[in-house]
């Protein structure tokens, strides 16, 4: 058995950064192209699209997450059947989903300019971009099947080099289509979509080890995996609902704070942003390795992977901690130009050095927990930390206004890590040999 090393975890996590790294410049580049028709429709069409797709394919990232938690298992089982049938299931939730989205994708779209009404002219442009980007649909969902499979299996680098074609061709075919044949609004549209769908290609070739002898109708849609496999989606869902709940109402009460601080909120978000990306790998390793530990049943192998793992995060965290605190200025200096809202965020800017420090538990946490399968614990910790985070919200902001407001949220990332922690022992229990069995080192 492969030992776990400091050296096997920067090889899963490293990839993942790099590859998070690509993600903003998309979103650059999209509105950079349109900016340069020289009106603001076609930006704000561009990004109004974007968001309602973001929001809608967000509900179903629980696809990556359990995906890895559960193939992970079934690796370090040796079980390859399960492996192959565990990708095979998610892929197929991920077509349907994709499916069913683009048969509903006249009344989403009525939702969605309800709930954000804009111009006639952006709606108009909104609509010619999602009525293309919406048949990318079941390939962006099950490209989040794809990406956990690939973290479970610890290829990591595969993944690097699926981000890496979709957002470069994506890039490319943006300045061809956009600038080179003055397709507009809808030529951003067709770029991305091609970019999906050549990811779907690739991420089918990166996976045909799956196609395994013995892999039959029966071993996919059998009975106790797929209950499993139901369980342990609908818990994260429901854990990452409550969570973008909490983000949700932070924003609405930073409105209440006036302009200027709002603004100065949403610019410090980008720095909440960068942690997570910049963090995601150690946490993406722990799935794998803590996730084979429990496959494997082995204690010994979940702590260790749990703890290296956790190491890197933390001493990520607290570079990141620094570098905000140090060149934290510079950076709210090129998100704004508004000399007021610069002033502001500088005011609030020593909560982004304290932020990683106090996150950094939960985010790992969630790691071990995702790959040990306990979803319905980190539901129930989600589930009290939100309570402890509305007491904050209640005691804090009278007395401290927008200091208060962050002071909760970090209260809140803070009771994650502290009752995430409490329950740590049920992973080793998990990974626990079956009575009489010894536990592989």
């Known amino acids: 058995m492969t030992p776990i090393t400091h050296g096997r975890v920067l090889r899963i996590a490293a990839p993942i950064v790099i590859s998070n790294a690509t993600v903003p410049l998309l979103g650059a580049v999209d509105t950079a192209v349109v900016g340069q028709m020289g009106q603001a429709a076609p930006i704000g069409a561009v990004g109004l699209g974007a968001v309602v797709l973001a929001s809608v394919y967000w509900i179903f990232g629980f696809l990556r997450m359990g995906t890895t938690g559960l193939v992970a298992q079934a690796k370090g089982e040796g079980d390859s059947l399960e492996i192959s049938a565990g990708l095979i299931r998610a892929v197929g939730i991920g077509l349907a989903a994709g499916l069913c989205l683009i048969a509903l994708q006249v009344p989403m779209l009525w939702a969605a300019f309800q709930i954000a009404p804009a111009s006639d002219r952006v709606e108009t442009l909104a609509q010619d971009y999602l009525s293309i980007r919406i048949w990318g649909a079941p390939a962006t969902i099950s490209l989040y099947a794809f990406t956990g499979w690939l973290i479970a299996l610890e290829r990591t680098r595969a993944?690097?080099?699926?981000?890496?074609l979709m957002n470069g061709l994506n890039v490319g075919l943006d300045l061809w289509f956009v600038l080179g044949l003055g397709w507009g609004v809808k030529g951003v549209a067709a770029a991305t979509l091609i970019a999906e769908l050549s990811g779907l290609a690739l991420a089918l070739w990166l996976a045909r080890s799956a196609l395994v002898p013995g892999l039959s109708r029966a071993v996919i849609l059998a009975a106790a995996p797929l209950k499993q496999m139901a369980r342990v989606n609908t818990d994260i869902m429901i854990r990452s609902v409550i969570?973008?709940?909490?983000?949700?109402?932070?924003?609405?009460?930073?409105?209440?704070?006036?302009?200027?601080?709002?603004?100065?909120?949403?610019?410090?978000l980008q720095f909440l942003e960068i942690t997570a990306y910049a963090l995601d790998g150690f946490a993406f390793a722990a799935e794998s390795l803590v996730g084979q530990a429990v496959g494997a049943r082995s204690p010994a192998?979940?702590?260790?992977?749990?703890?290296?793992?956790?190491?890197?995060?933390?001493?990520?965290?607290?570079?990141?901690?620094?570098?905000?605190?140090?060149?934290?200025?510079?950076?709210?200096?090129?998100?704004?130009?508004?000399?007021?809202?610069?002033?502001?965020?500088?005011?609030?800017?020593?909560?982004?050095?304290?932020?990683?420090?106090?996150?950094?538990?939960?985010?790992?946490?969630d790691g071990i927990f995702i790959g040990a399968t306990l979803t319905r614990e980190m539901r129930n910790a989600m589930l009290l930390s939100v309570?402890?985070?509305?007491?904050?919200?209640?005691?804090?902001?009278?007395?401290?206004?927008?200091?208060?407001?962050?002071?909760?949220?970090?209260?809140?990332?803070?009771?994650?890590?502290?009752?995430?922690?409490?329950?740590?022992?049920?992973?080793?229990?998990?990974?626990?040999?079956?009575?009489?069995?010894?536990?592989?080192?």
């Open 159 to 164: 993944v690097l080099v699926l981000q890496l």
């Open 243 to 268: 969570l973008q709940g909490s983000f949700t109402a932070f924003l609405f009460l930073g409105a209440g704070q006036g302009d200027v601080k709002l603004a100065a909120n949403q610019v410090l």
């Open 301 to 365: 192998r979940l702590r260790r992977a749990a703890i290296l793992a956790s190491q890197w995060g933390a001493g990520g965290a607290a570079l990141l901690a620094a570098a905000f605190l140090l060149f934290g200025g510079a950076i709210i200096d090129t998100m704004t130009t508004a000399p007021e809202v610069r002033e502001t965020a500088r005011h609030y800017l020593p909560w982004m050095g304290l932020a990683p420090l106090v996150g950094i538990a939960a985010w790992m946490f």
């Open 387 to 441: 309570a402890i985070y509305i007491g904050a919200l209640c005691a804090l902001i009278p007395a401290f206004g927008n200091h208060g407001l962050w002071a909760a949220l970090m209260v809140l990332n803070l009771a994650r890590g502290v009752t995430m922690a409490r329950l740590y022992p049920r992973a080793e229990a998990k990974a626990a040999p079956a009575q009489g069995g010894a536990a592989p080192l």
